[in-house]
């Protein structure tokens, strides 16, 4: 018995990963998709249950697994509900020709889409024939400003600027990163604004659409195109459709009793805004755009009838959130932390840097791993721990039945 245990404790000792799953995308700011699968993977046991070992990287996430099989089905539960392009690869590690056995070790890569909900995309329209060569696109919305509505498994996206007469139906789109990847990535729908540019602006009139209205409403409401309370969108059970097209009247909140300068637009928003609510929005008008140097470069991305907007409106604001306080914070932790002004040999400086460097990697590895729920402070699900953004995303969730219920499939069929 002895003997048995003893080889036993030898083979699981001799157990390594075989299989890695590399989860990257490349955005210098908001990586929105990471935090949508920290927050899957903390609500879901039976996801991470295989993972034998975790390490973050400077884009994203490595997970080691025991074998190839518990790898692609991991990245399959990402895939639901982070748009994500999956590569394998395999690699000869060693191999015995008497035995006739080898060791090979499978890399999953997953590029996610690099757009996040409230980017300001331009999707090219010289780009329209590779997108239809790869098996999908955008459609009409080729050679438009889109702004992107949400991101599941696809990419949804909406018309920045539509028409007055066309349907909701119609200015939306979606996209798949099979389609995304094969048309070119960042090339074909280059990133304009991204949610840090987002400026407030109060409402001053809106007026639905006689397109959208009709299309969206009951046919016994088609004669009233008044934007009451019955007409606002205020959940899933509420029995209105979340978009509709309207026009708008807004001012910027920094100049609202300052001057007279208003806007007029056509916005998505028209079953979610009322006379007096706070939205965000782009102020392309004093916005300065990325690689704006020459019109004529931007001309021959957009269609001949396309007009550029001055505002984008992207969002309603339910409750005024400071989302600054956090960096402010962390400034004021860095100027009054104190600085030692000893003498010290260039050995003990590399010393005390490596330290430093191990003490920040374990720290951030720690915070990363109790929000997954790969540790026992994340296990406890204590709210302390759970960052703004999280908590953003699970309102999402509430509002969203869609995003939830394919959440629900997901790990029913992980279980």
Known sequence: VCLVIFITSKFKQ???????VQVRQKRDEDAKGLIAIETALS??????????QFTPTKNGFDFYFLGLPQAQS???????FVAMRVKTTKKLVSSDNHSNTANIKSTVVCDMVPLCTKDLVICDKRMRGKVNSAGGGLGKLNGRLCL???????????????????IIKDCMAELHPESYW????EKCYPIVLSSKRLVKFIVLDVELCDASHSWETNTNDTNDHDTSASNIYAGPQSGVEKYALADVEVVRESDFGNNDETFQCVTHLGNLLQVGDVVLGYDIACAVLPGASDDDEYSQCFNSSFE????????KLQGVTSTTEDVISTNETHKTETKKFKAKSSASKRRERRAKKAE????????????MGFSDEGAQGQPNHIPHDHAAFEEELKNDSRLADELKQAEESMK
């Open 14 to 20: 001799k157990k390594t990963w075989q299989a890695i």
């Open 148 to 166: 992107v509505t949400k991101v599941t498994g696809v990419v949804h996206f909406v018309d920045a600027a539509p028409k007055r007469g066309n």
């Open 360 to 371: 920040k990697k374990t720290e951030a590895l720690e915070k990363v791993a109790s929000r």
């Open 308 to 315: 550029m907007p001055d505002v984008v409106l992207v969002k």
């Open 74 to 80: 991991f990245s399959s539960y990402l895939s639901r």
């Open 43 to 52: 609500k879901n046991k039976a996801a991470r249950k295989d993972v034998i």
């Open 182 to 185: 094969k048309a070119g990535g």
